[in-house]
């Protein structure tokens, strides 16, 4: 499923995705508000699953984890949330946890949620684009693609020796991003809530 961000008023066409730095002072505001937007634009009946993709094993790849764990700690439980520090959801077990969403939920709308490497003028950028994520790409592993729309994590410059580039990442780096992407998207989900049935009702029951 495309989806598209909302809607311009004045020249009614999909909006840009969105690439913001974690540090902006309004960017837990915007991030919220832009997830917030696609959220109340889905079908009330349609479940909304957040899985967060990643390893503890490797700082800068932790941050998926580190927004499931953030998340975690809300009202969003299990099986709404897959991937935390606890349980991650890595390269390993990523097809088994996709083939799981697919069986629990009916239609399910999949935000994937990973870091990612890219230019040294983007580190620190939080993304959110339209369509699937593709993790381990810019490690050569080939993963299946999960989401409906992802978020990343710009968390260091890729291009060269990329193991060792998200072995040295800066951990408080990955905290402090990881709790600006959690807690926006505890609160889109939230605001949505009132107009969301119960999570028995989206449950797939075969």
Partial sequence: MKFQFGFDSSKDKALEPLKIQYTDAETPALLSSHLHTIFSNLPTYQPIVIICVGTDRSTGDSLGPLVGSRLNTTSLRQPHLFGTLDEPVHAMNLAETVEKIHSLFQNPFIVAVDACLGQLSSVGCI????????????????????????????????????????????????INMANVIGDAIQTALRRAQPYRPNITAALKFD
């Fill in 127 to 174: 993304q959110v684009a339209d369509g699937p994520l593709k993790p381990g790409a810019g490690v050569n592993k080939d993963l299946p693609p999960v989401g409906n729309i992802h978020v990343t994590g710009i968390v260091n410059v890729g291009g060269f020796m990329e193991y060792f580039v998200l072995q040295n990442t800066r951990l408080s780096l990955v």
